[in-house]
């Protein structure tokens, strides 16, 4: 994991599903007769949807208010989402959520997700492909840099901060610099050899964006091959407003809470059943993210 010393040195697709409107007492869902989830895009619109679509069902019968998935099109758009307010729970990224951080969003950290392994994060790698004949970043001096999102922790801020101890500056050193827009995006972008080296997320050889892929019939996994891996970055944190009541705050993280036992095909799909359960985590817990921010931010500056 990153510390402190290590770092320094808006169009959505939305699905809305039905709710049990049972005996609830006058509360907080009087305000709330509507919860917004909204979720960065890791991958294209309807996997996300389809992944959430049962989790989704299953908060709005536990909180009995009607909850709407909104996918963003971009990371930027979820931060947005809860700055304006229109979006009560986020599902970010570490680097995303940061960036919501330092630019002034009133949004609270409530729970992030344990690996089945009981590791609580996850890692930046850099792909190839099997074919090609590169064995570290050295070797793709003047290729083409595939990165996901400006606002993405293992597709952007985490590479360029790897980047930055190699005393490489990106838009110099590549030819080309990409963003594709999500996870999946970047993977085939690599596939097609639209670009050399593709940044992306990785748990373990059996859980990565790349095995959801391949589960999916995008790819073959052998055809890529990793050539960097990163420190364990914290897993993403799902945040709900600052300003909601306290009673509407504690009745979602129950809901989170409960998810695995009293929903476990629902919880299972959201990671492949990759992951054990559902941890309560605040805001410290990402300091070390809001540090690898500003410190990417301290590189933009140096280059303007």
């Known amino acids: 994991m990153f510390n402190r010393r290590q770092l320094i040195g808006t169009a ?33 619109a ?27 099109n971009d990371y930027a758009a979820v931060i947005e989402g809860q700055r304006n307010g229109s979006i009560h729970i986020a599902g970010y990224g570490p680097a995303s959520y940061a960036r919501a951080v330092v630019t002034g969003v009133k949004t609270e950290p409530f729970c992030t997700t344990v690996n089945n392994d009981g590791t609580v994060g996850y890692y930046s790698v850099f792909y190839v492909r099997s074919d090609s004949p590169y064995k570290t970043i050295d070797d793709l001096k003047g290729k083409n840099l595939g990165l996901v999102d400006p606002n993405s922790t293992s597709g952007n801020n985490v590479p360029r901060f790897i980047l930055n101890k190699l005393h490489i ?22 596939q097609q050899n639209t670009v050399d080296i593709a940044a992306n997320w990785w748990n373990s050889d059996e859980d ?5 892929m391949v589960n999916k019939g995008l790819v073959k996994k052998d055809d ?52 054990r359960e559902f941890k309560a985590v605040d805001a410290k817990y990402y300091e070390t993210v809001v540090e690898l921010i500003k410190f990417i931010d301290s590189l933009r500056k140096q280059k303007s």
């Open 169 to 190: 500056v990106p838009e110099s050193y590549f030819s080309h610099v990409t963003y594709t827009g999500s996870h999946e995006n970047a993977i085939l972008a690599l």
């Open 12 to 44: 959505f697709a939305a699905g809305t599903v039905a709710f049990s409107s049972s005996s609830w007492a006058a509360g907080w869902r009087d305000k709330y007769p509507e919860l917004v989830l909204g979720i960065v895009p890791a991958e294209n």
């Open 46 to 72: 309807s996997g996300v949807a389809d992944r959430y679509a049962p989790f989704v069902d299953y908060l709005s019968k536990e909180l009995g208010v009607k909850v709407t998935l909104r996918i963003a």
């Open 224 to 275: 890529f091959r990793i050539i960097s891996k990163s420190d364990l970055i914290p897993n993403s944190p799902y945040a709900y407003l600052t300003d909601m009541p306290a009673d509407a705050k504690a009745a979602i993280w129950k809901a989170f809470e409960e998810a695995p036992t009293k929903a476990k095909a629902a919880y299972d799909k959201l990671s492949d059943g990759k992951d």
């Open 208 to 212: 990565s964006n790349l095995t959801r």
